[in-house]
């Protein structure tokens, strides 16, 4: 595989990772609205009890989840595709096991 191939791959799986990360953004919205409801006290439930804290729960779990997507996107993509090792050169030699020092 490439170098521009696994850059292209790696681009594309940061922007993948983005638009998830978008996604549990709006999801952490959602979650937000239902938790105001539910504190202003709008709705209620069927069997009457609600809980603000699993609400809450929710709506702070996906945002860590949202900005650790956005935020950390090239670093994971990095991390699945590296850089490929540089290639072998001869021209870089090993440490000989030669006793005198080079000047």
Not at 5 to 22: I, K, Q
Not at 91 to 103: A, E, L, M, Q, R
């Amino acid at each position: 595989m490439g170098n521009s191939r696994r850059t292209t791959l790696r681009s594309w799986f940061a922007f993948a990772l983005r638009v998830l990360g978008f996604f549990e953004l709006l999801t952490a919205a959602g979650y937000l609205l239902t938790t105001l409801n539910i504190s202003i006290g709008l709705t209620k439930s069927i069997s009457g009890s609600t809980f603000f804290g699993s609400y809450a729960t929710q709506t702070f779990g996906h945002l860590i989840l949202a900005m650790w997507l956005l935020k950390a996107a090239p670093s994971i993509a990095l991390f699945f595709y590296p850089e490929p090792p540089p290639p072998d050169d001869a021209t870089v030699k090993p440490p000989s096991d030669d006793p005198t020092p080079i000047i």
